[in-house]
């Protein structure tokens, strides 16, 4: 059964460094998705991807962070100088449309 | 904006007992969808159910049932039987239509923990 890949499944960085998630969506998907998850707290809409361009950001979402389709298989996530508060699990998913979305097994970064 | 409330932080249930989660959710939107997750422990999100809002007809899928009313702008979810596997974070989330079709992102509620008690 195809499945949204991520790796790291963990990643442990100093705060200040830059991290790249990384995503390999379901093949013949069209949407992709980030999403956090501080611990214990609800899942946190990040970015969504559509078109090979952003479709829509968070709040959340800053200068901070981007998004990449490098090669139409893989789906990044960076975050250019990370701080203690964006330590959470990272959520990639990817959609044929309206319909469910995927996720991915997190990454669960953790900023020291 | 889309808001997706589940009043029920935490439910205790014994093994066998019948237990409800419920969701409330808010849109300006008359095209949406409704979905259901699982987070078991080992934290994954498992997709459980999807609901259009033209179609209010209830679903079952062996244990679980889903009912939703748009009267009341709800759509709860109810385990049968419940067995110590359910043990697990349950939220409940919506998506809009309202996007033009470039994306479909979806609105988490906090989630309702769900500790089945042997």
């Known amino acids: 059964e195809p499945e949204v890949t991520q790796t790291p499944s963990h990643q442990v960085t100093q705060m200040g460094q830059e991290v790249i998630l990384r995503c390999v969506p379901i093949s013949n998907h069209l949407y992709f998705y980030w999403y956090r998850q501080i611990l214990g707290q609800k899942v946190e809409f990040l970015v969504s991807f559509y078109n090979n361009e952003i479709s829509e950001k968070s709040e959340i979402f800053d200068d901070q962070f981007s998004v990449e389709r490098p090669d139409g298989s893989n789906f990044t996530l960076k975050i250019r100088s990370t701080k203690l508060e964006d330590s959470a699990m990272y959520f990639c998913?990817?959609?044929?449309?309206?319909?469910?979305?995927?996720f991915g097994q997190g990454t669960r970064l953790t900023v020291v | 904006a889309q808001k997706v409330t589940q009043a029920q932080t935490e439910i205790s249930v014994v093994e066998k007992e019948d237990v409800t989660l419920d969701c409330v959710y808010e849109t300006r939107d008359t095209t949406y969808y409704l979905f259901w997750y699982k987070q078991p422990p080992s934290g994954e999100l498992v997709f459980l159910i999807r609901?259009?809002?033209?179609?209010?007809q209830n679903e079952i899928s062996g244990r679980y049932s889903w009912n939703f009313q748009k009267s009341t702008s709800s759509f709860n979810f109810t385990i049968t039987a419940s067995q110590v596997v359910d043990s697990a974070v349950y939220f409940c989330?919506?998506?809009?239509?309202?996007?033009?079709?470039?994306?479909?992102?979806?609105?988490f509620g906090k989630g309702t923990l769900l500790t089945v008690n042997p």
């Open positions: 989330a919506l998506s809009e239509a309202s996007s033009g079709g470039s994306n479909y992102k979806l609105t």
């Open positions: 609901r259009n809002s033209f179609d209010e």
């Open positions: 998913a990817s959609s044929l449309t309206y319909t469910e979305a995927f």
